[in-house]
């Protein structure tokens, strides 16, 4: 490691939009977006070393590297955590995985640090077949703690398993809001605080490293949650072979 300081970079590349950020102990020194749309695999080594050249840093001189883990998008999944697979193997930086449910709940905080009473918040992400991505947490004594691990339910589950005040927030909300009939105590919430931010995945790296809470470079893999649909195909078609 830098012997003087520790530097960081985040990626999140689990949802339609992709970002990265540089931080150093503790503080945000940069950060960008990708281009709309799920390109991930071409726009994220660009945008990566435009804002490192901005910076004035090299990808060595990374200390740790933070992604967003899912779940969420297969294919973004998987380009995250390729890149930082590679950036580690060739560095030696540390690596750590932030649930990419627990980013999109950090957008929230704003509104959350007004608030006094409890509320139960659930990020929506979309897993077709009439289900959703989603995790709980709970916002009591100025914090967010996680209450219901990731997992794939319907809204009904869902609204079964939290109570109210509810907020609900993410992209599935552009496919599922209509399935949420019950609107007692629920909040949804606007489009701008749908989607993961880098800028998140950096905060939330920072205290989990504080924790101690790196992953072994073998053991760095996305949260699916669900296995992608070619590979449950696969599975019906060769019950033999698992």
Request: net charge neutral; charged share 20%; with cysteine.
């Amino acid at each position: 490691m830098n012997k003087n300081k520790c530097y960081f970079l985040a990626v999140e590349t689990s949802s339609r939009t992709g970002s990265a950020a540089l931080g150093c102990d503790g503080k945000l020194l940069a950060a960008v977006e990708f281009a709309a749309g799920v390109r991930h695999g071409v726009e994220l080594i660009p945008a990566v070393d435009r804002m490192m050249r901005q910076a004035g840093l090299q990808p060595g001189q990374m200390d740790v590297i933070c992604v967003s883990s899912g779940p969420g998008s297969f294919t973004g999944l998987r380009v995250g955590f390729t890149f930082a697979r590679c950036l580690a193997q060739l560095t030696g930086a540390k690596l750590i995985a932030v649930s990419s449910t627990r980013v999109i709940v950090e957008n929230l905080m704003p509104m959350l640090a007004e608030k006094s009473e409890t509320i139960y918040l659930a990020p929506i992400l979309d897993a077709k077949r009439k289900q959703v991505y989603t995790a709980g947490y709970l916002w009591q004594d100025g914090k967010i703690h996680p209450i219901l691990e990731e997992c794939v339910l319907t809204p009904a589950q869902l609204m079964e398993k939290l109570g109210r005040p509810l907020w609900l927030t993410g992209e599935g909300l552009d496919y599922h809001r209509q399935s949420f009939t019950d609107e007692n105590g629920l909040t949804f919430i606007d489009r701008p605080y749908w989607f993961g931010q880098a800028q998140n995945v950096l905060k939330l790296g920072f205290e989990l490293a504080r924790e101690g809470r790196f992953v072994p470079y073998n053991n760095f893999v996305p949260t699916y949650v669900r296995l992608p649909e070619a590979e449950e195909r696969w599975q019906q078609q060769h019950p033999a072979d698992h």
